[in-house]
T-cell receptor, first 116, second 114 residues
Framework: GAGVSQSPSNKVTEKGKDVELRCDPI?????LYWYRQSLGQGLEFLIY????????KSGLPSDRFSAERTGGSVSTLTIQRTQQEDSAVYLC??????????????FGPGTRLTVT | GNSVTQMEGPVTLSEEAFLTINCTYT??????LFWYVQYPGEGLQLLLK?????DKGSNKGFEATYRKETTSFHLEKGSVQVSDSAVYFC?????????????FGKGTKLTVNP
């Protein structure tokens, strides 16, 4: 079946512009995670969704970052007034359930964001 | 807080050599431990996992044992192949409020030469 998809695969934007990154999780997966992969910071957690709600936003680096999820499916990560330090690969992952059983997280191919 | 420390690379080996990538963790409670792999041009994928002390995860000839006494989860493979060339990430998760967010190490790049 289809895996996690993300779009666009690459995005180049000018400093100060807003960007939207999209994630389509595996159908039926209730949990959705956003991570960021950068040379300096490695792989960092950003936000977790269970259904449409986000009980854990602890990884969002500033209030310029926000995310939503609709219909328990597609999620959009929005970065306002982009800065050069926002340049990174943004990864989305989905998982069939949550809880203590440590279900596997399935990762998308990522969106490479470059802020010039 | 929770953290993962893994050996820095890059690691370069010849085919059929023995591989060890060290990973230690700091966490409260009883985390689950993972190795993820990122092949060139591909996304992250789970290689193996262990959810409790003394569990051994294994896949594709790779193994790692959850050692609570040394807070370690070292990755090993007896005979590497060129196709194992990739970046390997050690990670932990600890269920909190339903979230099982992953905390990753910095990654270790492995190159296997024929």
């Amino acid at each position: 079946g289809a895996g996690v998809s993300q779009s666009p695969s690459n995005k180049v934007t000018e400093k100060g512009k807003d960007v939207e990154l999209r994630c389509d999780p595996i159908s039926g997966h209730t949990a959705l995670y956003w991570y960021r992969q950068s040379l300096g910071q490695g792989l960092e957690f950003l936000i977790y969704f269970q259904g449409n709600s986000a009980p854990d936003k602890s990884g969002l680096p500033s209030d310029r970052f926000s995310a939503e999820r609709t219909g328990g499916s597609v999620s959009t990560l929005t970065i306002q007034r982009t800065q050069q330090e926002d340049s990174a690969v943004y990864l989305c992952a989905s998982s069939p359930q949550t809880g203590g059983s440590s279900y596997e997280q399935y990762f998308g191919p990522g969106t490479r964001l470059t802020v010039t | 807080g929770n953290s993962v420390t893994q050996m820095e690379g890059p690691v370069t080996l010849s085919e059929e050599a023995f591989l060890t990538i060290n990973c230690t963790y700091t966490a409260t409670g009883y985390p689950s431990l993972f190795w993820y792999v990122q092949y060139p041009g591909e996304g992250l994928q789970l290689l193996l996992k262990a959810t409790k002390a003394d569990d051994k995860g294994s896949n594709k000839g790779f193994e790692a044992t959850y050692r609570k006494e040394t807070t370690s989860f070292h990755l090993e493979k007896g005979s590497v192949q060129v196709s194992d060339s990739a970046v390997y990430f050690c990670a932990l998760s600890r269920s909190q409020g339903g979230s099982e967010k992953l905390v990753f190490g910095k990654g270790t790049k492995l190159t296997v030469n024929p």
